[in-house]
């Protein structure tokens, strides 16, 4: 760790307070070069503890950055680890205030619904398969609080790996009932397609992506408990929306999921 308590506190004050409010902010690396991943890590545990505090449940984790078009888009190599909230939750064809958010971007996940805890070190697809549930499909909705979408690797971690809104539905599947690798997505934006893959584009399978983030929260004590539910990154690039935006994901033989930007 670089950073003291206190800077930790004033980080985690000012990104969380830019998520509240809606304003974006300069990356936090160009006024703290020196800060190093255990130092992000603990901005967004901070982050964690203020919701906590004041009453937020936290009622998912997510892995991001785990696709090649996303690193792409993003400039960066590495994935990241963060979590979702229930005020974060929208139900299936729900509306989404634009206002209360910055400059979102939508995106085509898989989420994993957890059976058996998972704690590394040593976890690999073969665990995570045998401790899943089932799996759905899901949009996550990101917001950057940085200006521009700008961030590196620290930044966007200490900012809850732009964690914003998600919807999940549509019908879930057994994990030995699909080959999650070849499992189409189809997004479309107001009816036409905006984006499309497969889920090998994460990671080469997105059980991968479940076993980093078990292998991460193994080194720091932590583990994936039962019941967790997980987003297991964006397929695609993220697609920027706007006011009066519909958004709709179609999953192989797994239905659709949508939401309204109003
Ligand atoms: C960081 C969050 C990325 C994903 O699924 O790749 C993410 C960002 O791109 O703002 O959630
Ligand atoms: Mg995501």
Redesign the pocket.
Known sequence: MKLDKTSIDKLAAHLEGCELKAQDTLKITDEYPEMDWDDAYAIQDEIRRRKIARGTRIVGL???LTSFA?MKQMGVSTPVFGFVTDYGSVPDGGEIAIDKLIHPKV?P?IVFVMKQALKGPGCHIGAVLAATDFIMPGI?I?DSRYRDFKFDLKSVIADN??SARFVVGGKIKLADAVDMRTLGVVMEKNGEIVALGAGAAVLGHPATAIALLANHLGARGEEIPAGAMI?S??ITE?IAVKRGDNISLRMQDMGSVGCRFV
């Open positions: 997510k892995a991001g996303k995106e996940e996550e990101i790996t732009s987003l990154g964006g993220a």
